[in-house]
């Protein structure tokens, strides 16, 4: 709790809140916080100036002004302005610089759920949030050009969505239409359990956790899963196990035919569940429209233990944009050490452009992974990486990858090599 007060009190006199309370006089008083924007200043390629707070140390301000003052709104503030209210110190909440948005309506709908008092005030932004949802077949979206984190694309629809659900199951008054984005939501999560971002992926996680809490009904009953109609596994669901992953892998896969999937439900409540098929595809040339490309070669394929090889890293931003935060996930073939002091060096090389830095990086037994600022339009960075074979081995190079951080849609990946190591010379 003590670490809890002393972050408070931190956020609270960095952004001056502090200094506002102390110089209160002792009459009723309006007292105006205005904000810019809301986000990690760390995290983004733009001007970190223009961020007043954190979304944790905005929600920790809240609580603590909501707790001592009365929050008020502009239809309040006119009200004791012109009499038609007792006038009480207060405070009222604006945001410089803003647009309307499906993401910010979705902020703004959660802040009225969570903090607003004014009953009209909170229908009104929960009706614009209904008014702006996209609708197709069994699933609701909201769509938007760019979140307040820098999502773009499918990421940002996911975000945006994943705020949205959560305001309207606290409002309590749309079940369909939370029915519909949990759908959306469900439908967008890939292959190893997450959805695109991180961002996203806690939004998306954030609304699904927040529709079990309200949901008024345990799941009970059984799952018969079936593979071209005949049943494989048999699942009973009780309350002993009914908030677990239950995983199957499914045997005996026609690889020349299509194959059928079916689940039956017998019981009460609603189940989430998701069907992920895996396989392999021969590599092919590579589009000539991609938006990102990778290319990765090596100065020799055949060495002697101990040898070091120099791998070469092209790295190109097709857009006509800039592309920010650019995440490489480059292999380390296996049975090699990368050496760090070559990803140092280029850390620590002064840029020759304004964009296209290596920011960070870290490395993993099977890949290094590298953070770029971002890369301007048509902009191309080349490095050199060395590599030590520790043992003799003959293996293809793990995947790598390129792609932009908030939207992982835009990525290409480079083609493996095959690796030969012999014994000592």
């Known amino acids: 709790m ?26 009723p008083v309006l007292i ?14 733009y001007d970190p100036g223009t961020f007043s707070a954190t979304p944790e140390e905005l929600d ?66 929960m009706q614009a949030l209904m008014d702006a949802r996209t609708q197709k077949d069994d699933q609701v979206f909201w769509t938007v050009e760019e979140t307040g984190v820098y999502s773009t694309g499918q990421s940002a629809t996911i975000e945006t969505t994943g705020l949205a659900a959560q305001a309207l199951l606290k409002w309590g008054e749309a079940s369909e239409v939370v029915r519909k984005s949990l759908n959306f939501i469900s439908s967008k999560k890939d292959a ?12 998306a996680l954030r609304a699904l956790l927040f529709a079990s809490q309200y949901s008024a009904s345990d799941v009970r009953g059984s799952v018969a899963i079936m593979l071209n109609g005949k049943p494989v596994e048999t699942l009973k669901l009780s309350p002993e196990n009914n908030d677990l992953l239950h995983q199957f892998v499914l045997k005996g896969i026609a690889t020349q035919q299509a194959n059928s ?36 070669s090596y100065d020799r394929t055949r060495l002697a233990q101990n040898d070091i090889a120099t791998e070469k890293v092209t790295i190109h931003n097709n857009l006509k944009k800039t592309a920010n935060m650019i995440m490489v996930d480059l ?3 296996p049975g090699f050490d990368l050496l760090s002091e070559d990803l140092q060096a280029l850390q620590e090389k ?38 030590r074979a520790k043992y003799p081995i003959r293996a293809r190079t793990f995947q790598s990858r390129i792609y932009e951080y908030y939207d992982p849609a835009q990525n290409a990946t480079a083609r493996p090599v095959q690796l030969e190591v012999t014994g000592r010379r």
């Not at 105006?32 to 390629?45: E, S």
Request: hydrophobic letters at 35%.
């Open 261 to 296: 999937v079916q689940l039956k439900f017998e019981g009460t409540g609603g189940l989430a569940y998701q069907v992920v098929g895996r396989y392999f595809t021969p590599w092919e040339e590579k589009p000539v429209t991609e938006p990102l490309s990778i290319d990765v």
């Open 2 to 27: 003590r670490g809890k007060r002393e972050f408070v009190a931190r956020a609270c006199s960095r952004t001056g809140i502090t200094k506002v309370l102390e110089s209160l006089p002792q009459r």
């Open 192 to 203: 190893s359990g997450a959805w695109g971002t991180t961002q996203a992926t806690i939004m």
């Open 331 to 333: 292999g380390i073939p």
């Open 32 to 45: 105006i916080l205005n904000y810019h924007r809301v986000g990690n200043a760390a995290d983004t390629p």
């Open 350 to 387: 002064p840029p020759a452009t304004p964009s296209g830095r290596l920011k960070k990086f870290s490395l993993t037994a099977t890949q290094a992974i590298l953070y770029f600022d971002g890369l301007s339009p048509k902009q191309s960075i080349t490095f050199d990486v060395r590599l």
């Open 60 to 125: 920790l301000q809240l609580a603590y002004l909501k707790r001592r003052f009365n929050m008020a709104t502009l239809k309040t503030t006119l009200d004791m302005l012109t009499g038609d209210a007792p006038r009480r110190t207060s405070v009222l909440i604006t945001f410089d610089d803003g647009y309307l948005d499906n993401y910010t309506l979705a902020i703004v709908a959660n802040f009225a759920q969570n903090y607003g008092k004014d009953r009209d005030f909170t229908r009104r932004s």
